[in-house]
């Protein structure tokens, strides 16, 4: 096995830089993610890594060794592509043998080996059907079995379970970790899926426009993301700009202004807000640490620090829970809260916001708009 | 509405059929049929059988040498029409690059221009530049000329299904670029090599117009060498070497079709 370090990199196309300055490590036998919205240059960073394409700036070495002058034929990787590519003219067998027959691996050796990688990624014993005769599930996993085969360095992975419905993406997400941990490979894997990411990863790199906006481990990035954008794409509904007042109060927590004071909300100080010029930091807050109950009118100083009234505007029923929309003066938009109770459109609501649940975030620098990429 | 266009579309269909059948199927059947004929003047229905003209086709001395010189050219400018086709297929599937609509036209212009006048031009040029004599060559450079644009379209028609990561897989897999081109893409584009090899060839084998701008002395093709035998001799051994070259241009898509055109379409 071997790590994967992504140095400086940079891509351009024609206009624009599809990756710049792209820095991350993937260690050794490590599952790392690269997640963003789309366009924002994880295909880009995964085909420099292969070699499909040749980078403009910086450096990948793999193994501790620098790659940029090998073709992708002498890397020793493994590619899953978004449609699979499997070869259509050749039976699953042959598609699967076809990276052991290029490195003259003997005949024997060859129908041994395939047959063990069919065997680790769940085939049924379909080895001479064409791709075409597949399940989408199928071709799936026969595309692993073709990139595992040949004991690669290094498995890269390009939304390998985006062509899925969901039931069989969620079936084969287990089964990746599952072969990912058996194997050991260090895997790169590619998604725009933060669900997808925070399961499977050792590592999660979120991207944004062509640049990484932050890597962390899927714990911490999910309990303390980087900046604003970064926890935007994990799914932190609530997301207000905010001001950080003087000091620490007695209760452990600083207020924190939104919206010039319109409202004033209380955090845990234990998070501090580093890197954060002028103190102007992005409040962020989790639909579903927001309690909801009905307002009885009463004054809400009684309830500690961060009660707040507001008027359900709208409510989605998921299943689980129900998710709400709810007006609060001072706050610039509706908060998202999620609640097990059932309030109608128009009801009077108390929402309660933990100071603990409060997450002060980094603003992004105003330099990473899109002109930059120019 | 979509019923009156359907009564109507089927009424086309039967129109042309018809039109296909008296204008070109029957002026064929007529000739194949009075090929056959006794008598020493072409005529229809023939008063009598016989295989005479077929005879004196394959004793005739022009015959056999014109046929060799189209043999020849068809099969030497097919297979660089061919290889340039692919090639060009290839720059045109896989690369943007600055002019590239400009390109497209060239390469697809003696579609549009009028082979009278690729004709001409080329004769112009061979004259301009003193290979006027080297009739072979001539004719090979400009059928060569006049088909790419055929094997270019196929081609580039069945690049279209071999996606760029089907390569890539292959390179990674441990393929060099070359290996990958010839493991991977060319048993995809097979069928638009075969067809557009198929039409180079047959449009090579019976072209009279850029030939006969083209041809030398001792450097005619059968079809050139053929027309002006319809035109001074009355005899019908020009309508027996027509029946003839009919059935080899069927006998060759027949071929092409049994040996790589149905093997490669076969279990896909
Ligand atoms: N071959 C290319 N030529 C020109 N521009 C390209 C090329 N490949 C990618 N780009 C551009 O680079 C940017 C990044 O593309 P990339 O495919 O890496 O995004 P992505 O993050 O994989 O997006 P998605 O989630 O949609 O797959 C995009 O703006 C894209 O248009
Ligand atoms: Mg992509």
Redesign the pocket.
Known sequence: MSDVEVSGVSKR??D?W??KRVSFTAPAGSFTSLL??????????L?LIAGF?ALDEGEVRIGGKPVDDLPPWRRNLGVVFQNYALFPFMTVFDNVAFGLRRRKVSRSETASRVAEAIDLVGLPDLAQRYPRQLSGGQQQRVALARALVVRPDVLLL??PLSNLDAKLRAEMRFELKRIQRETGVTSIF?T?DQEEALTLSDQIVV?NL?TVAGAAPPKAIWEQPESAYVADFLGVENLFPGTVGDGAADDGTVAVSVDDGAAVLHVAADRPPDGTPDRAVVLGIRSEEIAVRRSDGADNASDGPNALDGTVREFTYIGSAVVYQVDCPGLPAPLIATAQEEFPVGARVRLHLPPGAIKLLRPDAPAEGPEDRQ | MADFFLRSGRGLVTVMALFWLVFLVAPIVVTLASSFTSSTYLTFPPPGWSVRWYLSAFESEWVWSTFWNSVVIAVVSTTIAVALGIAAARVLARH?FYGRGAFEYAVLSPLIIPGVVVGFALLNVSVLIETQDAGLLNLIIGHTMVTTPFTLRSVWSSMAGSDISLEEAAQSLGATRWSAFWLIVFPLIVPGIVAGAIIAFTFSFNDVTISAFLSAREARTLPVELMSHIEYLPDPTPAAVSSLMIVITLAFFLLVERTVGLGVFADR
């Open positions: 196309y024609d624009l599809a990756v963003g919205p789309s366009g924002c240059g994880k295909t880009t960073t085909r394409a390009d939304e590619v725009h991207m062509g | 943007r």
